[in-house]
């Protein structure tokens, strides 16, 4: 038993069951030391969107109580992480320092460096396999590569070991002597003030793991049965809305595989979601191999894309959910009043504006990176890419979702656009601010130039 505390840095993994890095802490005996760092300053790590600031802010509150529930706190620092941990080693004499691994580029390159120096150190420093099913370097071609096709991906992962069983909660801490200083949570602002924006997400959202729990159960008790059939109608409750949980580490998917496993006799809907799961996965794997993926193109030929001048009006009436075509405007007001989006509708709003507008995905990645709730760095630009055709296993360019035809039959009595766009049929609704037979036209064409290229 060491009387050195441990330090426990949490970061995409805020719940206190599942949590393979809080477990080895509690096990050593030692006080432990529970810290999240919102790092605004380290080189190349993204900052957060406002949704996701949002939840956050709700999430870490969470978090703070489950902790306090078993004897812990949670300490809250600002700045560049590296810098942070190093810090708080010294102050509170930490001989032992565990996290659960992140894939990004910037932040491996962060973790790496701290493992390195600390351990030099004479530190205990280790990091354990916790936010995914399969870590992305354990599941390769038979070459020995990475993957950019889903299929034989998750073909792989199907014959890979299944994954280990979720970890239960520890009972209790071992609470460090000394009073840690500890930002307040307010202070960080990451809720809106004026104007608040955030009364739709209120009104739909609760973070944290214990009503990400609550809605896995709810899922699997009166949605899963349809899942597989009735996933892509956006006007039915049958979707998962487990997303923005999954995200934040709320649930690990290890606890939502075992508990889908449970369900394994209920057949189809069981098959459907896991496959889900497997390409949240597979967007990971993509972007472990390829870091830069929310700003350059997987496919390198699409650098040669001829996008035309950026229509400042036509991007905006995007946004605003304004466009003349109401299945894109109904999406994009649920987005922002909601901070998500069914996932049929986003690639139908995706593919409006990367073909009908021709408008360079980069900018409809950003805008939703600041509008969901559930943006993460590898599914939002990897599903952006993949609907804009640049992308691992994308769809091909000339596969366009023709927003009415989408709407004829995904919402064929009309109520989910209804719900999202009241004045529709009046003088208030706006006329279609393109014509899709010409812009389809117009993308096809230039796609062509970047295939003759290539030539």
């Not at 870590?135 to 299944?162: D, K, L």
């Not at 075509?325 to 989006?341: H, K, N, Q």
Request: glycine fraction near 8%.
């Amino acid at each position: 038993m060491s009387a050195a505390p441990s330090i426990v840095w949490f970061r995409d993994d805020l719940r206190v069951a599942d949590h393979p890095a809080l477990a080895a802490a509690v096990e050593r005996g030692a006080p432990v030391v529970c810290v999240y760092v919102l790092d605004e300053e380290s080189p190349g790590v993204r900052a957060l969107g406002g949704a996701a600031k949002w939840w956050l802010h709700g999430s870490l509150a969470a978090l703070d109580a489950a902790l306090q529930r078993v004897d812990a706190r949670l300490v809250l620092r600002r700045g560049a992480a590296g810098q942070v941990i190093r810090s708080l080693v010294d102050e509170v004499g930490a001989d032992a320092v565990f996290w659960n691994r992140r894939y990004g580029g910037p932040e491996r390159a962060i973790d790496a460096d701290l493992k390195r120096s600390l351990g030099d150190e004479g530190l205990r420093v280790q990091s354990f396999a916790a936010n995914l099913l399969f870590e992305p370097w354990t599941i390769t071609t038979g070459q020995g590569t990475s993957f950019s096709v889903f299929t034989p991906y998750w073909r792989a992962c199907m014959e890979a070991p299944e994954p280990r069983h979720p970890l239960p909660a520890p009972s209790t801490t071992t609470a460090v002597e000394a009073d840690v200083a500890s930002d307040e949570l307010d202070e960080w602002q990451l809720r809106p003030a004026l104007p608040d924006w955030a009364a739709g997400l209120r009104a739909t959202w609760a973070p944290g793991a214990d009503a990400g729990h609550h809605r896995l159960r709810e899922f699997l008790a009166e949605g899963l049965d349809d899942y597989a059939d009735a996933r892509d109608r956006p006007a039915l409750d049958v979707t998962s809305r487990l997303s923005p949980h999954l995200r934040w580490g709320e649930l690990s998917p290890v606890e939502v595989w075992h508990a889908l496993r449970e369900q394994r006799s209920r057949g189809h809907g069981v098959d459907r979601f896991r496959t889900e799961l497997g390409w949240r996965e597979f967007a990971w794997h993509v972007l472990f191999h390829f870091p830069d993926l929310a700003t350059r193109n997987w496919h390198a030929e699409f650098d040669a894309f001829p996008w035309p001048p950026l229509q400042q009006g036509a991007l905006r009436a995007w946004k605003e959910g304004r466009t003349g075509f109401p299945l894109v405007d109904a999406g994009m007001r649920e987005l922002w009043a909601t901070g998500s989006m069914h996932n049929r509708v986003r690639m139908v709003a995706a593919s409006f504006l990367t073909k009908n507008l021709l408008i360079d995905w980069r900018l409809g990645e950003q805008w939703f990176w600041d509008t969901l709730v559930d943006a993460d760095a590898a599914s939002n630009p990897f599903n952006w890419q993949w609907v804009a055709g640049s992308g691992a296993d994308a769809a091909p360019y000339f596969r366009v979702f023709n927003p009415e035809l989408q709407a004829t039959r995904f919402d064929p009595d009309g109520a989910y656009v209804r719900r999202w766009v009241p004045e529709l049929g009046t003088d208030d609704y706006p006329e279609p601010i393109v014509d899709l037979k010409k812009s389809r036209a117009a993308a096809l064409a230039a796609y062509e130039q970047v295939t003759a290229r290539q030539h």
